[in-house]
């Protein structure tokens, strides 16, 4: 559930990067045009910030949720232990990373390109 979830707000956040750039690219010689593009851009970029907030919110409370899901696991079943540690790998666990580096990627996109607009 976590995966899918993120994957709803990284295509939320795609469209509205493509959202951003079609709006600044939109914006003519006409003083008027440009001032509302910009205007529009700088509402899609501070929606994008309140997305990312969101996001991170949601993927720290389902990283939490499974967390305790698998302690409990842990302690009433007694192979699941063995099966974790057969499966587990070396090296950084995807599911921090899409919790909290995504987001956190996400959200310094949106603040560089609030001060670019």
């Known amino acids: 559930m976590l995966f899918q979830v993120s994957n709803l ?5 795609s469209l509205l990067v ?4 079609t709006v600044l690219s939109a914006a003519g010689r006409d003083d008027d045009l440009a001032h509302r593009s910009l205007l529009a851009a ?17 993927g720290h409370q389902q990283l939490s949720y499974s967390r305790g899901v698998q302690r409990r ?4 079943l007694a192979d699941y232990t063995a099966t974790l540690n057969a499966a ?4 950084l666990r995807a599911k921090p990373l899409v919790v909290y580096v995504l987001p956190a990627l996400a959200g310094a996109l949106w603040l560089m390109l609030l001060l670019i607009a």
């Open 9 to 13: 707000f990284l295509v939320a956040q």
């Open 18 to 21: 493509v959202a951003f750039t």
């Open 42 to 58: 700088r509402v899609i970029a501070s929606f994008g910030l309140l997305l990312t907030a969101s996001w991170l919110y949601v």
């Open 73 to 76: 696991s842990k302690e009433r």
């Open 88 to 91: 587990r790998r070396s090296g």
